[in-house]
């Protein structure tokens, strides 16, 4: 039991990583904090679903354009 919790540790903390590394990516282009925090929520459920970092950022950037396009 103990190693099965380490194991949730260490992919929370990885998780946490991914997701610091994505708000901070956000922000560089641009982005307000919330609006980067709601982003990289998307991007590490697309990582999580296996994408590459490529695949997230054309991805997402495919539907904020779809976003604009629609407002």
């Known amino acids: 039991m103990e190693y099965r919790s380490e194991i949730d540790w260490i992919r929370e903390q990885s998780e946490q990583a ?4 994505w708000t901070a ?3 560089s282009i641009g982005m307000s904090d919330d609006d980067a925090q709601g982003w990289a929520e ?3 459920a697309m990582d999580n679903n296996g994408c ?3 695949q997230i950022k054309e ?3 495919y539907r904020e354009e ?3 396009i629609a407002v």
């Open 42 to 44: 998307k991007a590490v």
């Open 52 to 54: 590459s970092d490529q």
């Open 18 to 21: 991914r997701r610091d590394y």
């Open 59 to 61: 991805g997402l950037a």
């Open 66 to 68: 779809r976003t604009l």
């Open 25 to 27: 990516y956000f922000k």
